[in-house]
């Protein structure tokens, strides 16, 4: 099996060091009721701080930063598209919605993305599981209609890219002689995410690489495999990506009492706000991380919410989407990640709270790990080994 990608996370809704105050998935109704004490180090997501996790990521020997989508953070096209002077290497996983944007547009603005970039963008579909987030913008489709339209989405964009003049005429989206100028090269790898039936067969027909959240491994393997089957009926094959967040340190010890530091760090009205907000989703990937906690809310020890050897569920306890985190010393973190790899992940997107200092973790104590155990090519090791050996 080839050796993995490493990606991080771009904070484009704040970062902080503990798991409230900002972020993605958080309730804006949690947020609203936060006081000081448990805001206090909060980082704005101005185009500095952003450069600076940008800079560190690529520095470290990372791929490409994830950035997210929503009404909760600052607009990943934007943003990206800022950064791509501050950096030289790094790649731009963009997320967007597929229900708000034109598709030729779509395919217009990652064409030109290309050319002012070198060839650094990737692009994750988000169709969309929060009712109340989809309203924002307003779409009140219903997740099968939401699903049907980003499968003519797709479509359409990837004829626009290879098929100019492109005609279409679907149920959601009918156009003529699609085309962008100068053509788009090259095409950027598509990430597509979604637990529920309606996911599979769009993900199979169109995605290059199908992302799923951090749920143990044998969780993983079984829709890894249901994927898969989906994509040779389809006549193609898919690569696999985790998202998930990571928290290790030179001894399984340390990690845990920081785990646990940032469970004390939680109030449980706020939890118990973010956990009916939650429940509220329409997601199946959002309820598979509720229910890896078996609807449990209150919890003493960190170690209660270890649901597989060192992948920790404290995260969702406050925060919507990837809600598990890799928790243990280096060795564990990377043999974790060797798990994963084993099954078929080919793709990790990692992220921590703060995401600079979690990069300089993981990139000098994971990254060499993962390199001896065959996981990942030595030139991402050699990267991160030099940057935090430089102290940059």
Request: aromatic fraction near 8%; charge should be negative; include cysteine.
């Given at each position: 099996?080839?050796?993995?990608?490493?990606?991080?996370?771009?904070?484009?809704?704040?970062?902080?060091?503990?798991?409230?105050?900002?972020?993605?998935?958080?309730?804006?109704?949690?947020?609203?009721?936060?006081?000081?004490?448990?805001?206090?180090?909060?980082?704005?997501?101005?185009?500095?701080?952003?450069?600076?996790?940008?800079?560190?990521?690529?520095?470290?020997?990372?791929?490409?930063?994830?950035?997210?989508?929503?009404?909760?953070?600052?607009?990943?096209?934007?943003?990206?598209?800022?950064?791509?002077?501050?950096?030289?290497?790094?790649?731009?996983?963009?997320?967007?919605?597929?229900?708000?944007?034109?598709?030729?547009?779509?395919?217009?603005?990652?064409?030109?993305?290309?050319?002012?970039?070198?060839?650094?963008?990737?692009?994750?579909?988000?169709?969309?599981?929060?009712?109340?987030?989809?309203?924002?913008?307003?779409?009140?489709?219903?997740?099968?209609?939401?699903?049907?339209?980003?499968?003519?989405?797709?479509?359409?964009?990837?004829?626009?890219?290879?098929?100019?003049?492109?005609?279409?005429?679907?149920?959601?989206?009918?156009?003529?002689?699609a085309m962008v100028s100068?053509?788009?090269?090259?095409?950027?790898?598509?990430?597509?995410?979604?637990?529920?039936?309606?996911?599979?067969?769009?993900?199979?027909?169109?995605?290059?690489?199908?992302?799923?959240?951090?749920?143990?491994?044998?969780?993983?393997?079984?829709?890894?495999?249901?994927?898969?089957?989906?994509?040779?009926?389809?006549?193609?094959?898919?690569?696999?990506?985790?998202?998930?967040?990571?928290?290790?340190?030179?001894?399984?010890?340390?990690?845990?009492?920081?785990?646990?530091?940032?469970?004390?760090?939680?109030?449980?009205?706020?939890?118990?706000?973010?956990?009916?907000?939650?429940?509220?989703?329409?997601?199946?990937?959002?309820?598979?991380?509720?229910?890896?906690?078996?609807?449990?809310t209150s919890f003493d020890?960190?170690?209660?919410?270890?649901?597989?050897?060192?992948?920790?569920?404290?995260?969702?306890?406050?925060?919507?989407?990837?809600?598990?985190?890799?928790?243990?010393?280096?060795?564990?973190?990377?043999?974790?990640?060797?798990?994963?790899?084993?099954?078929?992940?080919?793709?990790?997107?990692?992220?921590?709270?703060?995401?600079?200092?979690?990069?300089?973790?993981?990139?000098?104590?994971?990254?060499?790990?993962?390199?001896?155990?065959?996981?990942?090519?030595?030139?991402?090791?050699?990267?991160?080994?030099?940057?935090?050996?430089?102290?940059?």
């Open positions: 099996m080839p050796g993995a990608r490493l990606h991080w996370f771009l904070p484009t809704s704040g970062d902080n060091r503990g798991l409230v105050g900002a972020g993605q998935g958080v309730p804006a109704s949690v947020r609203a009721g936060l006081d000081e004490t448990v805001t206090h180090g909060f980082r704005a997501p101005s185009i500095d701080y952003l450069a600076q996790v940008a800079r560190t990521a690529e520095q470290l020997g990372f791929e490409g930063v994830l950035t997210p989508t929503g009404t909760f953070c600052e607009d990943a096209w934007l943003t990206t598209a800022a950064l791509i002077r501050e950096t030289t290497r790094l790649k731009f996983l963009v997320a967007f919605r597929p229900g708000v944007v034109n598709p030729v547009l779509a395919a217009q603005m990652a064409a030109t993305y290309q050319r002012i970039s070198g060839g650094r963008l990737m692009l994750n579909v988000v169709t969309g599981g929060e009712p109340r987030e989809q309203a924002r913008f307003g779409d009140t489709a219903a997740k099968e209609v939401r699903y049907a339209r980003t499968e003519e989405f797709l479509a359409v964009v990837r004829g626009t890219w290879s098929q100019a003049p492109f005609d279409f005429d679907g149920d959601h989206f009918r156009v003529e002689g100068g053509g788009i090269d090259p095409v950027p790898d598509v990430y597509f995410g979604g637990s529920s039936g309606p996911a599979g067969p769009v993900a199979a027909k169109h995605a290059d690489v199908y992302l799923t959240w951090g749920e143990p491994p044998e969780l993983v393997a079984e829709k890894i495999a249901w994927m898969r089957e989906l994509a040779r009926a389809e006549g193609r094959t898919l690569r696999f990506g985790l998202r998930v967040h990571t928290l290790s340190r030179d001894t399984s010890e340390a990690a845990w009492a920081h785990a646990q530091t940032l469970l004390d760090g939680l109030d449980p009205a706020t939890v118990a706000g973010a956990q009916e907000a939650l429940r509220a989703s329409e997601s199946t990937g959002q309820q598979r991380m509720l229910a890896l906690r078996d609807g449990r020890s960190a170690r209660e919410l270890e649901v597989s050897p060192n992948l920790w569920t404290g995260v969702g306890l406050v925060r919507g989407g990837a809600g598990t985190a890799l928790v243990g010393s280096h060795d564990e973190v990377a043999a974790r990640i060797a798990d994963y790899h084993a099954v078929g992940v080919d793709e990790f997107i990692l992220s921590g709270y703060p995401h600079v200092e979690e990069a300089y973790w993981f990139a000098g104590g994971v990254m060499p790990r993962l390199a001896a155990l065959g996981v990942t090519g030595a030139a991402t090791t050699t990267r991160g080994r030099e940057a935090v050996a430089a102290g940059r």
